[in-house]
């Protein structure tokens, strides 16, 4: 083995490539790494095959997630969900709300989503209406609009005796 070798993907790896390529990777990463955990082959003549079966598999496999991550935003689109964080009487939080708290309000709801699908780039710390991007698949992005409301917390005075 040289310095490089051209191997063919059993599986999808993250930074490299989906299921089916033919790409080519250093021989020690294909040697302890690719190869140990049979998420890819050595490219041969035989192998020529089983790129094409790959390669079929996986655009069967790529629109069937892609309809269904069109059907999911479809449902999500018009929905907003409500969390209430309590707050002082100036609308201060004492808290924020995070993708955790947003995904366990849909999962409440039925929807099932992951957590790399929601995509905030830091919780919301104000109350109002705030937008959250939904990466469903490579081609299918929006938006879910999220209402953060006030579970207001009395303040009591202090009394001395």
């Known amino acids: 083995m040289g310095k490089s070798i051209e191997v ?3 599986e999808d790896v993250a930074d ?6 033919a790409c080519r990777v250093r021989s020690g990463y294909a040697r302890n790494y690719l190869f140990p955990q049979k998420l890819a082959v050595v490219m041969t003549l035989g192998t020529k095959r089983l790129v094409e079966k790959k390669r079929a598999e996986a655009a069967v496999r790529l629109e069937h ?4 991550a069109q059907a999911l935003l479809s449902q999500l689109e018009g929905k907003v969900v409500t969390c209430s964080v309590k707050a002082n009487a100036e609308g201060r939080l004492f808290g924020s709300v995070s993708a955790a708290d947003i995904l366990a309000k849909l999962a409440a709801d039925g929807i099932e989503l992951q957590k790399k699908q929601l995509v905030m780039y830091e919780p919301f ?12 698949h490579p081609e299918v992005r929006g938006t879910l609009k999220v209402k953060v409301v006030s579970e207001r917390v009395t303040e009591e005075p202090l009394t001395t005796a």
């Open 8 to 10: 063919i993907l059993l």
């Open 16 to 21: 490299l490539g989906r299921s089916g390529d």
């Open 65 to 68: 997630e892609k309809e269904q």
């Open 125 to 136: 710390k104000a109350l109002g209406e705030q937008e959250a991007e939904l990466h469903l």
